[in-house]
């Protein structure tokens, strides 16, 4: 499963809290205040666990990646990857042999030693036949995992990935105890700069600074960290006025942000994301297995009002599954621009000159029932009646959509980078199949060449924005809103995250 974003509208199930700045201290008759080392930071969505490595959600990297769990890369804040446990590494000329010269002194907050031994038994763990890891393909390139030493891990490959060493900087690549591993679901223990506190299911998970964190160089500002789970919009804007809660990086209501600028004590920013809103379509099923039914669906939305609408026009607008900041990206919304009469013609040319009925699953994030009684409302103009099944998320939509695929259509946003390849798994809930696309993505991960590469996404992008296997309607930019003294939160999201390393209170 590929990770999906959860911006959730909801109740606050918990009552308001918050942290005193620390005391001051009385100095020769001068008051000197101490700089603030807590955080209470708000999320729309509560995982449902805290192990990426075994379950997709993207709330679950959003509280841990980085924090609790670290990989042998990682990705920066500007998408790039960076060393982490693996101090270096070195790709053999044939690209089948991964070298990684790893960290000394690096302990599992428990005290287990992490080396190269415990770096195959992740990966092994991960790539495994019991494996659950929402991400399994990542590793099928592995053919066998060497550990020569304890601070050199090889791997050797069935043939090239030029994505590879970009996917060891997932949250579902990160390293886990051997000892530890059975339960990192519940007690997360990993060998980042926060150590695991507590959860408190329906309300929140604590985190503590790790005094013991390998990574000298870094220095950790806060020493103490909330993560408070608030679903509903209004609630979120509250907490944060009142200062019971000092950041959501991840705002989940767009209209409320003009509201937060009169505001002295806050910021607002709007970034990048990857988070493509689509409307996936069962592509299995009648009458959504003919590419012209499709094809006219898509021309039955108006994409600029469906981002008005949905999401206070702060979005951009795609005609394929990628985004803007990804390389080869083409803008391809004029492969089926609205156009209601053209859309009506070829549902007749379809064998529909009347129109059909069909009903859409719509998890409970704001942007989905929003977009949807919009894309209703078009629909209707070329004869199609849709009905809007509100489905809880995640539970009840992964049971019914993602691994049941019993549906028509949903919709929901794709918050992984890159990740147009879904479209070739198979199965994946969209049910779509196209061959030429499949190679295509295989040519992908067999090139190391960031310019071909670049020239085959562009082919990819190409070939969906025809297919049209869902609606690709646009990008979610990513809104935050902070205590204007909070500094070293990410602005851009290129990977869903609450990276906590340089994060700090200014005096």
Do not use: C
């Amino acid at each position: 499963m590929d990770r999906i974003q959860s911006i959730a509208g909801g109740v606050v199930r918990s009552a308001t809290f918050g942290f005193a700045l620390s005391a001051g201290l009385l100095l020769a008759g001068v008051t000197i205040a101490a700089t603030k080392t807590s955080l209470v930071l708000g999320m729309s969505v509560e995982p449902q666990g805290l192990d990426p490595t075994i379950s997709a959600p993207v709330a679950i990297g959003q509280v841990t990646w980085q924090n609790i769990f670290e990989g042998l890369v990682a990705i920066d804040k500007d998408g790039k990857v960076v060393p982490q446990l693996a101090k270096s590494w070195e790709i053999s000329e044939d690209g089948l042999t991964y070298t990684f010269k790893l960290q000394q002194g690096v302990k599992f907050h428990e005290g287990e030693d992490f080396d190269s031994s415990v770096a195959k038994f992740t990966l092994d763990r991960a790539r495994g036949p019991e494996s659950t890891n929402g991400q399994k393909r990542f590793f099928a390139a592995i053919d066998t995992i060497d550990t020569p030493d304890k601070q050199t891990l090889v791997l050797k490959l069935k043939e090239r990935n030029g994505s590879l060493l970009y996917w060891l900087g997932w949250p579902a690549s990160v390293m886990v105890g051997t000892k530890s591993a059975a339960n990192d679901k519940t007690t997360p223990i990993g060998t980042g700069p926060f150590k695991f506190v507590s959860w408190t299911k329906g309300d929140r998970v604590e985190l503590a600074a790790n005094p013991g964190y390998w990574n000298t160089q870094t220095k950790v500002g806060l020493d103490k960290v909330t993560f408070r789970f608030i679903a509903d919009a209004q609630a979120q804007a509250a907490a944060l006025k009142s200062g019971d809660v000092d950041a959501f990086p991840e705002f989940a209501a767009p209209e409320m942000m003009e509201g937060f600028k009169e505001d002295a004590e806050l910021v607002t920013v709007i970034g990048n994301t990857e988070l493509k809103v689509v409307a996936g379509m069962n592509n299995s099923r009648k009458p959504f297995d003919d590419k012209r039914v499709r094809q006219a669906l898509m021309m039955a939305i108006d994409r600029s009002t469906v981002i008005d609408g949905a999401w206070s026009g702060l979005g951009t607008a795609i005609g394929s599954h990628y985004t803007p900041n990804d390389r080869g990206y083409i803008d391809l919304t004029g492969t089926y621009p609205y156009d209601p009469e053209k859309a009506k013609a070829l549902l007749a040319e379809a064998g529909y000159p009347n129109g059909f009925t069909f009903t859409i699953k719509t998890p409970q994030m704001p942007y989905a029932p929003r977009s949807a009684e919009i894309m209703q409302a078009m629909f209707a103009e070329i004869g199609v009646t849709m009905t809007i099944e509100p489905t809880e998320f995640p539970a009840k939509w992964v049971q019914d959509v993602f691994k049941g695929t019993d549906y028509d259509m949903t919709i929901v946003a794709h918050a992984e980078p890159m990740d147009i390849d879904i479209y070739a798994r198979d199965p994946y809930y969209f049910n779509y199949k196209n061959p030429a696309f499949t190679d295509i993505i295989k040519k992908i991960e067999l090139t190391t060449d960031p310019v071909e590469q670049g020239k085959l996404y562009g082919e990819a992008q190409t070939i969906l924005a025809d297919d049209v296997p869902a609606l690709f309607l646009f990008v979610m930019p990513k809104l935050g809103v902070w205590n204007a003294k909070l500094k070293g939160l990410w602005e851009n999201e290129p990977i869903p995250s609450n990276v906590l390393t340089d994060v700090h209170w200014e005096d």
